[in-house]
């Protein structure tokens, strides 16, 4: 009887299963004709969508074009269907579960394909940055916090896929989770970067290289994109990752070795550690990308005599701790040098000029800053951003502020010259014991000091002013005898 009963149910899930092939519908799209947002909005779980060739843009189609069943979107034979996204919207936004791409020809000017929904197959296409104008934040593929997608056969021409996490929630907020600011969580679990297949993909007609779970990467030099997780050592030598969204992406690695790279114009991170312990970045170049070299939510990490340039924002920390950036160069870019929430990174000889904050420090405790350059930078030389800070023995020079110390927390300030910034050299709010001597002020047009708030018991001497302080009533120094 028993055997019986489960025959039945078996010859009742094929028959289910037969059923729905033969309920699934094809919905045939073209410029001209149903809208590939009017069949999404119509079609089923199992239905293909089968493009015709032609231009799928803004005209007759409203973005983000979502897909919420599982279907198949599919360019008709031998034609050519290009869906052209554009700029501030992505193209398609895959919400469902087991959704297949083929055939399709993807322009962006932000997000080629946003995706949320697990088992994505993306298969024989063409993703393409359709404006260089339009390069910053731009995306092929967004994987955010999805599992076994499978990216076969396809040609990425400036723009690339990137990994991580869900999109940013309350609770992600809420814990303090590390983010990938206004976009997605960096990524809690491993499998957002080890559960996919990517195979014979080119980036810039270079292979996208996809690594996971070896023990030594020796990483090949002609690789278009290089995406690692899960090894044990990686190390990439004399690559040249430029004109993608993300030239390297290294997650959840041990040791991390990257020397001599350039990762150019890429649309989101130059090259991007994360997770990881002992990254050492050392003689790479960034020029032209949104963010250069970006490592987050690792420890011991170390930048040697890199360079970033033209950037959007140059140098880039955030949850590091034992973090290092040595002898270092970043010029004309918004953040220059920038590290938040991490402990006990140390900014020694570095250089940096022409940018909109030289050095933006916020909440990082036991910062050290050693022997700097900043120059040129239209707002401020160093913001010290209730971030505890040694900051010693550098020098700050034609800023329009030089530094800002601010936030409640203690500083020491010692041995530094300030030199021609043209509002003000040392600005203060609501400092708290610390420590401020042998400073030298020169050249400044409007004040060499600006102390506001209460400076908390914060000891003054063997400073060397060349205009007189500005000073609140409240803001007053103790001065030793």
């Known amino acids: 009887m028993l055997r019986k009963f489960c025959r039945l149910l078996g010859l009742a899930a094929l028959l289910t299963l037969v059923c729905a092939a033969a ?52 360019a008709a034979e031998g034609e050519e269907a290009l869906i052209y996204a554009p700029h501030h919207l992505s193209g398609l936004k895959i919400e469902a579960d087991g959704v297949t791409l083929r055939g399709l020809t993807v322009a962006l000017e932000h997000i080629g394909l946003y995706v949320t929904g697990d088992d994505l197959t993306v298969e024989d296409c063409r993703f393409l940055l359709g404006d260089p104008a339009w390069r910053t934040s731009s995306c092929a593929i967004w994987l955010g916090g999805v599992y076994r997608a499978k990216l076969l056969n396809c040609d990425f021409t400036g723009c690339g896929p990137c990994l991580a996490g869900p999109p940013i929630s309350d609770r992600a907020i809420e814990l303090g989770l590390p983010v990938l600011t206004g976009m997605f969580e960096v990524g809690e679990d491993v499998g957002f970067f080890t559960t996919h297949t990517i195979e014979n993909c080119r980036v810039n007609g270079k292979p996208l290289v996809y690594i996971v779970g ?15 997780a899960a090894c044990g050592s990686v190390t990439a030598e004399g690559l040249d990752v430029s004109d993608s969204s993300m030239g390297m992406e290294l997650a959840y690695n041990g040791r991390v070795t990257v020397r001599g790279c350039r990762a150019d114009r890429c649309g989101i991170f130059g090259v991007y550690a994360c997770k990881g312990t002992d990254v050492l970045m050392r003689d790479c170049m960034v020029e032209e990308t949104n963010h250069g070299l970006d490592v987050r939510a690792c420890s011991r990490v170390s930048l040697i005599g890199c360079t970033a340039l033209n950037c959007d924002q140059g140098l880039f920390f955030s949850k590091v701790d034992d973090g290092s950036m040595v002898d270092c160069t970043v010029e004309n870019t918004g953040q220059g040098i920038f590290t938040a929430g991490g402990h006990r990174n140390l900014f020694f000889g570095c250089r940096v000029s022409g940018c909109e904050n030289g050095m933006n420090i916020q909440k990082d405790s036991e910062a050290r800053i050693i022997g700097c350059e900043i120059s040129g930078c239209t707002v401020c030389g160093v913001r010290l951003d209730r971030s505890p800070t040694v900051f010693v023995s550098n020098t700050l020079r034609d800023n329009w502020t030089g530094v800002m110390a601010y936030g409640g927390v203690p500083f020491v300030i010692a041995d530094n010259r300030f030199d021609a910034n043209r509002s003000c050299g040392l600005f203060l709010r609501d400092i708290a014991c610390s420590r401020l001597t042998g ?43």
């Open 23 to 74: 309920c699934a519908q094809t919905w045939a799209v073209s410029p001209e004709g149903m809208t590939l947002g009017e069949a999404l909005s119509r079609c089923a779980d199992g239905d293909e969508i089968v493009l015709a060739g032609g231009r799928y843009d803004q005209d007759r189609e409203t973005f983000p074009l979502v897909v919420d069943r599982a279907v198949t979107l599919a």
């Open 439 to 481: 400073n030298r002020f020169a050249n400044h047009e409007k004040t060499s000091v600006d102390a506001r708030g209460d400076m908390g018991l914060s000891l003054w001497y063997g400073n060397e002013l060349d205009l007189p302080m500005l000073q609140e009533e409240t803001a007053v120094f103790t001065i030793p005898q």
């Open 214 to 228: 070896e023990e030594r990467v020796d990483a090949p030099k002609d690789a278009g994109m290089l995406l690692c």
